[in-house]
């Protein structure tokens, strides 16, 4: 059963960091991509970025300078790191799968098969 399990959320400051990991199981991660996107309150869910195997990624534009993803293929853990927060970075926070990396299109859900529960960021003023 593939399962992906959001874990790192919480309550970050202003100016601070936020790092969320990502464990999957269920599945070797072959061709496939991990996404990671946000939905904030009131709002549409937002395509953040994805990793592929190779550790090639794509970030989107809003975010590149502050948005870092990364794997542990060994581990079949992901993390993203978003720094320099502010209190518009509240969101639930969701990684979710993608059958291969050359799918992944920016702001697109639809490569994506299995999501992870979510887990919440807010970000104090």
């Known amino acids: 059963e593939v399962q992906l399990v959001e874990s790192g959320g919480g309550l970050v400051q202003t100016g601070g960091s936020l790092r969320l990991s990502c464990a999957a199981s269920?599945?070797?991660?072959?061709?496939?991509?991990i996404g990671w996107f946000r939905q904030a309150p009131g709002k549409e869910l937002e395509w953040m970025g994805a990793i592929g195997y190779s550790g090639s990624t794509y970030l989107s534009p809003s975010l590149k300078g502050r948005i870092f993803i990364s794997r542990d293929t060994s581990k079949n853990q992901f993390t993203l790191q978003l720094i320099s927060v502010t209190p518009e970075d509240t969101a639930v926070y969701y990684c979710?799968?993608?059958?291969?990396?050359?799918?992944?299109?920016?702001?697109?859900?639809?490569?994506?098969?299995?999501w992870g529960q979510g887990t919440q960021v807010t970000v104090s003023s």
């Open positions: 979710a799968r993608a059958r291969y990396f050359s799918t992944v299109v920016a702001g697109s859900t639809s490569p994506y098969d299995y």
């Open positions: 269920g599945f070797t991660f072959d061709d496939y991509a």
